[in-house]
């Protein structure tokens, strides 16, 4: 089940001969769950076929993992007074942690 996109995701994708850019915002949408081996992600923006695109994307725990832990020690580049964004990750972290403990 999609969810709207609660503020905006910017994605690139390069290749040696070609680069792909996209914005999702406004009323795009997105899809996160967990499966056995890793998370799926999926970015979506409706539309007219000239606007419309999506991103899906598969990464395992292992990766999963290593990119939080890199999130955890970069975490200082986000400003002390940005108080809404430390606070959605807080809780966000918060959560998942609690949900891993239950199960």
Known sequence: ?????PDKAEVALEYPDKFYVGTFEGSSRFEAHLDPAGFTLVLERPGADDVRKS??????FGL???IL???AATVGSIPKDDMLHRDQLARAVD?????????
């Open 1 to 5: 089940m999609t969810k709207p996109i």
């Open 55 to 60: 991103v899906h994307m598969h990464i395992n």
């Open 64 to 66: 999963f993992a290593g």
């Open 69 to 71: 832990g890199e999130l």
């Open 95 to 103: 959560a998942l942690q609690r949900a891993l403990a239950r199960d």
